[in-house]
């Protein structure tokens, strides 16, 4: 049942929606997710109002990031996944990204269409939103979302990518663990994706461990296995495990929530988890901070109308974008708009 402040208007009445969020109410979840995305400036108060009131309530779930090449079925594995574990006692939240529409800027694949039954569960959250032009298909505000759907009781957060790239790495910034998805296709695989995704990995998981891929899925585990003994892993405290699993048939997928588990318990105990968060959110303060002034300087008319001559300079060939940018922000600055 809706709480009585589900029908406030966010914009006006951040507390009341925040109120509703920690009820349950899953409307008032997606207004809040709406209010943190929205780009017009009279919503950005409130915004900030919502997320100072619901982020002390944040960081108490086990965030994971799981990407993969695309037909590597990340979508039914998560699909199973996460039904494992609300049938586990647990709260599910998705926050899938997706492609997006060059024309539209909208997101073409629709997740909740790809995650049928999970999608119907009272325990799950899913979240598709497009990824637009943001390095690695990670919205900006995937960060905050994930601060909201904590904040409203959901303890496991998944962040699942557009596919492998380079800029994969944005999602392991923002998550506890990175599980990496791989098919059935042996150690040559390895060759076509970048190394430095495969080092970013806390959990290798083989897909597609079934019918007559499932002898081909265990020879690929363990060669696998075999190449990681040449990549440096990112923790010294955490050997990177390789499985096997079925998400079809929803094999394997106990096994990989239980190294989940023993992941977290080891990073948790050493210290190392909290420390990793720390990290993630002062670079996350940096990010912001860039995208703040980047925001104030296209908002300012002054400085709107000297970027028009700069870029002018610049597409003429006659000024460097270097030097450009410097003097926008040297200007910028000298009219004292960042007291």
């Known amino acids: 049942m809706p709480t009585p402040h589900a029908a406030a208007d966010p914009a006006r009445d951040p507390e009341g929606l925040a109120a509703a969020l920690v009820a349950g109410d899953r409307r008032a979840l997606g207004r809040a997710i709406t209010l943190v995305e929205s780009s017009r400036a009279d919503d950005r108060e409130a915004a900030n109002r919502l997320l100072g009131i619901l982020t002390p309530l944040a960081g108490k779930s086990i965030r994971i990031g799981i990407s993969g090449v695309p037909g590597v079925g990340k979508s039914t594995f998560i699909e199973s996944f996460g039904n494992h574990l609300i049938d586990q006692g647990h709260k599910v939240a998705v926050l899938a990204v997706d492609p997006s529409s060059a024309l539209s800027g909208g997101s073409i694949l629709g997740d909740k269409t790809r995650m049928e039954t999970l999608s119907r569960r009272m325990e799950a959250f899913i979240r598709p939103s497009p990824a637009g032009s943001t390095l690695g298909g990670v919205t900006r505000h995937t960060r905050e979302t994930m601060l909201l759907v ?29 599980l990496l998805l791989l098919l059935p296709g042996g150690g040559d695989e390895l060759q076509g994706i970048k190394r430095g995704i495969v080092e970013l990995a806390d959990l290798i998981v083989v897909n597609k461990a079934d019918g007559e891929l499932a002898a081909t899925a265990q020879r690929a585990a363990a060669d696998y296995r075999n190449a990681l003994r040449f990549l440096r892993p990112r923790s010294a405290r955490w050997e990177v495990p390789v499985e096997t699993c079925s998400a079809l048939e929803s094999r394997g997928i106990d096994r990989i929530w239980a190294l989940i588990g023993e992941y977290r318990d080891t990073m948790t105990a050493s210290g190392d988890l909290a420390a990793t968060r720390a990290s993630q959110a002062r670079r996350w303060l940096w990010s912001e901070t860039a995208e703040s002034l980047l925001a104030m300087l296209r908002e300012d008319p002054a400085a709107a109308a000297r970027m028009q001559a700069l870029e002018a300079e610049v597409a003429a060939g006659r000024l460097s974008p270097r030097v450009a940018a410097q003097e926008l922000v040297r200007d910028f600055w000298k009219e004292g708009r960042l007291k």
Do not use: K, N, R
Request: net charge negative; aromatic share 6%; hydrophobic share 50%.
């Open 150 to 178: 904590e904040a409203a009781g959901f303890d496991v957060v998944i962040v699942e990518t557009v596919g492998v790239g380079q800029s994969e790495t944005a999602v392991a910034d923002m998550t506890d663990l990175f």
